[in-house]
């Protein structure tokens, strides 16, 4: 089972949905760093569960231990260990399909490759397992932020049918709908809530997007073939649970434009070479160009519904799953953190990569 990701920043992640709890190791991380441990805990509750009615009502506080690796709040270039306890797990509610597959989870896939598999909230495939991933983005955004004067902000974009149309001018979620959904659109965050939660009272779920926008990454980072930078971004997004789609700068909109039209011209502003469009997304042949970075992430519908779905159990016999326990009927508004945390491991691994190129 794969549970690393990083060549020179490396995170492991380890734990279970409903075990004794989750956690992360991150390797590679330079001794003295300052560490800010508030606002690791900060990122973990912007994904924390039970937030509002719109989310799965699990309480959890997600409140992390850091084990090792630090001495007076700086790094020692040691392994930084993170542990956070699950303390609200019921595993009594899968109980009902210890021998079931649920429609579209990794409950058949995990047993056909293993043999076996934990039905308890489905153990590593659970998104319990990305506060890990959110500690390990914690960690990585300070790294570059004390080199780097880089701001990554990411924000739900779509849920289902109901889309911005613009790049937002800020992102200030100053109302509680804003809030709830991660949408720096006033108006449309409250259409959006209001279709998750009638979705919700209807027992079924729905899924969207996520936009990501990476100010100041310098010109130069990246991987050339094999490991280009977009690539590395597209493998970590598509990592995430329920991720189903990726798509960098102008991405498919971009397969309809001309070769005159979509070219972004270089010109030179104060020393600095620039675009005077951004098609590309800051990155071109797999390397930066120093103009902002910025993707989109599409998520599935929510695989866990609230109401009866067919299926067959272990012995491929047909049986009904009932719709129980706590799940979001979007995971969309949470997985916000989720997506810039792994674009900072992305780019801490690729700064350090670029360093080691030359002396």
Known sequence: ????????????????SHGEGVGVVIDGCPAGIQLDLNAIQYELNRRR?????????????????????????KTTGA???FWVKNRNARSRDYDHIATKFRPSHADYTYFAKYGTRDYRGGGRASARETVARVIGGAVAKQLLAQHFPMQIR?????????KMRNMPQNHNLHTPYMEAVKCPDEELAEAMFRLIDRVRKEGNSVGGTIMCQIEGVPAGWGEPIYDKLHAKLGYAMLGINAVKAFELGSGFQGTEMMGAEHNDIF???EGRIRTHTNHSGGIQGGITNGEAIYFRVGFKPTSTL???QPSVDTEGNAVIVKGKGRHDPCVVPRAVPIVEAMAAICLADAWLLHKARKL
């Open 267 to 269: 010109y030179q502003e």
């Open 306 to 308: 609230m109401r009866d």
């Open 1 to 16: 089972m794969s549970n690393s990701f990083g060549v020179l920043y490396r995170i492991t992640t380890f734990g279970e």
């Open 79 to 81: 392994p930084l260990c």
């Open 49 to 73: 569960p039970g937030q509002s009615r719109i989310t799965t009502q699990r309480k959890e506080s997600d409140e992390f231990q850091l084990l090792s690796g630090h001495v007076n709040a």
């Open 154 to 162: 990411a924000w739900v974009h779509s849920i289902h049918q109901l």
